[in-house]
């Protein structure tokens, strides 16, 4: 069984297919300092000296591949945008930063709660397929 089939609420491997990501995004598009909120939530895992929660993980690959997106070079399908296009931010170098560091401690697999339950789930491998471009994306400028 992969991750798709045990994960309730989540239909691909991307970052943003998911119900928690669809939650993030609308939650987002109420907040006043996006770029702030992005902030607020990578650094819960790319700073983070111990280990990495699920829930935070969840939220914090929105985050980076939002990032990602906005950074230019990224296109996502038809339904994705229009459920980014509402959220529009300037992404300054150290955000981007920020967002690769997350990217990075995700697919670490030490002390790391996120990881192991994709791993668990065989999806681990399909996830960082799946990230790859989030993560090209951030690296060309």
């Avoid at 309730?8 to 928690?20: E, I, N, Q, V």
């Avoid at 509402?86 to 150290?94: A, H, I, M, Y």
């Avoid at 955000?95 to 994709?118: I, Q």
């Amino acid at each position: 069984m992969d991750h798709c089939e045990a994960a309730l609420g989540t239909w691909g491997y991307g970052p943003f297919d998911s119900d928690y990501a669809e939650d993030f995004l609308e939650d987002l598009a109420g907040v006043d300092d996006i770029v702030g909120r992005l902030r607020e939530v990578m650094s819960r895992v790319a700073d983070a000296p111990g280990p990495v929660d699920s829930i935070e993980g969840d939220d914090a690959v929105v985050a980076a591949a939002l990032t990602a997106v906005r950074s230019g070079g990224m296109v996502v399908d038809s339904e994705t945008a229009g459920d980014l296009v509402d959220l529009v931010f300037l992404c300054s170098e150290d955000l981007r930063s920020l967002a690769a560091r997350t990217f990075d401690k995700l697919l670490n697999p030490v002390e790391n709660e996120w990881y192991g339950l994709w791993a668990l789930s065989n999806g681990i491998d399909q996830v960082a397929a799946e990230f790859e471009p989030y993560r090209q994306a951030l690296s060309e400028r």
